[in-house]
C-alpha cells in the first residue's frame, strides 16, 4: 500500500489543473454492511432510485459520500454491466438495448460491442462507495478525475511519466461507466473515457467534460508524475502560450503605422 494522504493528494489535483469538480474515490465492495457510518443511499436517504453517473456527480459535485446496492439503482445498463440484474445473459441482455435503440446496425455488431464491455460478475460485488477523495475513510479501489481535454492531458502525461507506457481508452459512447469504472479496476491500468449519454442526459456531465480513471493503488506514484511531468519545459495547466514573437498586422495597419513612425 503506498503511503498517501488523501486530502493533500485531493487538493494537489484539484489546485494544480484548477478542477471544476472534486476528484472520486470509489470502492467495490461486498454488500451493503461494508458502509462506513453515515454513508447516504440513495433509495434510504433521499427517497428515490438513481443512475450510477448521478452518485458520481454528486460525489464530485456536492462533495457527498453515497453507497449504492442494486435497490438504489434505476439505471438498466449500468445495473447489467455491474452484475446487479437479474440478467442470465448480460450481453444479450445489452445487446437488446443497443438494438432496440438503434446503437447497432443488427444484432451481430450489438452483440460484438456488448460481449467487448467490461462487465462485474454477478454477486461479484453488491456495493459501490463513492465518495470525495478528501474525504475518503478507505483506501480507494479508484480515483476518476473529471476534466477538460487540456487538463486529461496532463494527466496523461503524469501517467506515462513513471510508468513509461501510454493510456488506454475504448470509446463507444454508452455505458461508459463501465469503462470508467470496471476497467480500471479490474485491469489496474488507467483509463480515458468520453462519458456518454447517459451521463450527460442524468449525471449534468458537461460537453467538455472527459474522465480519467486510476487505479487507486497508484495514486502516490501518479501525483510524483504530476509534479514531475514536463517541468523542464514548463508544462502545466492552463496550458501557457509562447508571446515571444513580433505580431504582424494587416497592410492598412502596417501603412499608417509608418505614416506615424510607429513601425
Same mark, same amino acid.
Given at each position: 500500500?503506498?503511503?498517501?494522504?488523501?486530502?493533500?493528494?485531493?487538493?494537489?489535483?484539484?489546485?494544480?489543473?484548477?478542477?471544476?469538480?472534486?476528484?472520486?474515490?470509489?470502492?467495490?465492495?461486498?454488500?451493503?454492511?461494508?458502509?462506513?457510518?453515515?454513508?447516504?443511499?440513495?433509495?434510504?436517504?433521499?427517497?428515490?432510485?438513481?443512475?450510477?453517473?448521478?452518485?458520481?456527480?454528486?460525489?464530485?459535485?456536492?462533495?457527498?459520500?453515497?453507497?449504492?446496492?442494486?435497490?438504489?439503482?434505476?439505471?438498466?445498463?449500468?445495473?447489467?454491466?455491474?452484475?446487479?440484474?437479474? !440478467?442470465?445473459?448480460?450481453?444479450?441482455?445489452?445487446?437488446?438495448?443497443?438494438?432496440?435503440?438503434?446503437?447497432?446496425?443488427?444484432?451481430? !455488431?450489438?452483440?460484438?460491442?456488448?460481449?467487448?464491455?467490461?462487465?462485474?460478475?454477478?454477486?461479484?460485488?453488491? $456495493?459501490?462507495?463513492?465518495?470525495?477523495?478528501?474525504?475518503?475513510?478507505?483506501?480507494?479501489?479508484?480515483?476518476?478525475?473529471?476534466?477538460?481535454? $487540456?487538463?486529461?492531458?496532463?494527466?496523461?502525461?503524469?501517467?506515462?511519466?513513471?510508468?513509461?507506457?501510454?493510456?488506454?481508452?475504448?470509446?463507444?459512447?454508452?455505458?461508459?461507466?463501465?469503462?470508467?469504472?470496471?476497467?480500471?479496476?479490474?485491469?489496474?491500468?488507467?483509463?480515458?473515457?468520453?462519458?456518454?449519454?447517459?451521463?450527460?442526459?442524468?449525471?449534468?456531465?458537461?460537453?467538455?467534460?472527459?474522465?480519467?480513471?486510476?487505479?487507486?493503488?497508484?495514486?502516490?506514484?501518479?501525483?510524483?508524475?504530476?509534479?514531475?511531468?514536463?517541468?523542464?519545459?514548463? !508544462?502545466?495547466?492552463?496550458?501557457?502560450?509562447?508571446?515571444?514573437?513580433?505580431?504582424?498586422?494587416?497592410?492598412?495597419?502596417? !501603412?499608417?503605422?509608418?505614416?506615424?513612425?510607429?513601425?
Amino acid at each position: 500500500m503506498e503511503d498517501i494522504r488523501y486530502p493533500e493528494a485531493s487538493d494537489f489535483l484539484s489546485n494544480s489543473l484548477r478542477l471544476r469538480t472534486l476528484p472520486v474515490s470509489v470502492n467495490f465492495l461486498k454488500g451493503e454492511g461494508d458502509f462506513p457510518e453515515k454513508t447516504r443511499r440513495p433509495l434510504k436517504t433521499f427517497g428515490k432510485r438513481m443512475a450510477l453517473c448521478q452518485v458520481v456527480t454528486m460525489a464530485r459535485l456536492y462533495g457527498t459520500s453515497v453507497g449504492v446496492t442494486k435497490e438504489d439503482l434505476v439505471c438498466v445498463p449500468a445495473s447489467i454491466a455491474f452484475g446487479m440484474s437479474g !440478467a442470465k445473459d448480460p450481453a444479450a441482455s445489452l445487446t437488446r438495448l443497443f438494438c432496440e435503440g438503434n446503437y447497432s446496425r443488427d444484432e451481430e !455488431a450489438g452483440r460484438k460491442e456488448a460481449s467487448d464491455l467490461f462487465r462485474l460478475n454477478p454477486g461479484e460485488y453488491g $456495493a459501490l462507495l463513492f465518495s470525495p477523495l478528501s474525504k475518503s475513510v478507505m483506501a480507494p479501489d479508484v480515483v476518476l478525475v473529471y476534466g477538460n481535454p $487540456a487538463q486529461v492531458m496532463r494527466l496523461a502525461q503524469a501517467w506515462s511519466w513513471f510508468e513509461g507506457v501510454r493510456v488506454a481508452g475504448h470509446f463507444g459512447g454508452k455505458v461508459e461507466c463501465s469503462e470508467y469504472l470496471i476497467a480500471p479496476f479490474r485491469e489496474q491500468a488507467p483509463r480515458m473515457a468520453v462519458p456518454g449519454m447517459g451521463d450527460r442526459v442524468f449525471s449534468l456531465t458537461q460537453d467538455d467534460e472527459m474522465v480519467f480513471a486510476l487505479p487507486g493503488g497508484t495514486l502516490a506514484r501518479f501525483v510524483q508524475g504530476l509534479k514531475e511531468a514536463g517541468s523542464k519545459v514548463g !508544462a502545466r495547466y492552463p496550458v501557457p502560450f509562447y508571446l515571444n514573437f513580433q505580431p504582424e498586422f494587416p497592410k492598412n495597419f502596417q !501603412a499608417l503605422g509608418k505614416e506615424l513612425g510607429i513601425l
